[in-house]
């Protein structure tokens, strides 16, 4: 049975100082790299491919974005349902009660964050971008982990983290 990547419902989150303004053309006509510290798309011990680290990145600093396909929360869900049909994998994030970012086009490699019960990032939504933060150091080679809060899984998917303090299910 394939392991499913849920449609995360983001915890609403307190506004910190580090603005997040809309992604803005570089000099030569092309959206800028919302990515702040190399990130690698590497097979992961939690589940499939993870995002690691490529270089440190230091506590409370912005790891990078991911972006995608702005959809209602009916589309979602129903691509969600199509998804875990087919590959097994599901890239979206609920950027509110009506809408969520479908990043199963995306080039993004922050899209392939696993989620643990202990996670190094924490993922915020602000301004309908989805943003991940450091929560403390975090040394080049490790796999970059966000706990995903409330999802479409509802208590069913198995929780893979291995953590001591693993709650067990997603």
Do not use: W
Not at 54 to 78: N, Q, S, V
Request: glycine fraction near 8%.
């Amino acid at each position: 049975m394939p392991t499913l990547r849920p449609l995360v419902v983001p915890q609403p989150s307190v506004p910190d100082s580090i603005p997040a303004a809309g992604a803005k053309p570089a000099g030569n006509g092309r959206v800028a790299d919302p990515q702040k510290f190399r990130v690698e798309v590497a097979p992961s011990r939690i589940d499939g491919q993870g995002a690691f680290a490529a270089e440190p990145i230091p506590a409370r600093r912005k790891i990078g974005e991911i972006r995608g396909e702005f959809i209602d929360m009916a589309t979602a869900r129903a691509r969600a349902r199509e998804a875990e049909q087919s590959t097994g994998r599901i890239f979206m994030v609920a950027i509110s009660d009506k809408r969520a970012v479908d990043a199963t086009h995306s080039s993004d490699p922050l899209r392939f964050a696993n989620h643990a019960c202990e996670p190094n990032m924490v993922l915020k939504v602000q301004q309908g971008r989805v943003a991940f933060y450091a929560l403390r150091d975090i040394e080049a080679g490790e796999e970059l982990t966000a706990r995903y809060g409330e999802t479409h899984h509802a208590g069913r998917l198995q929780c893979r983290c291995g953590s001591p303090r693993c709650v067990g299910r997603l």
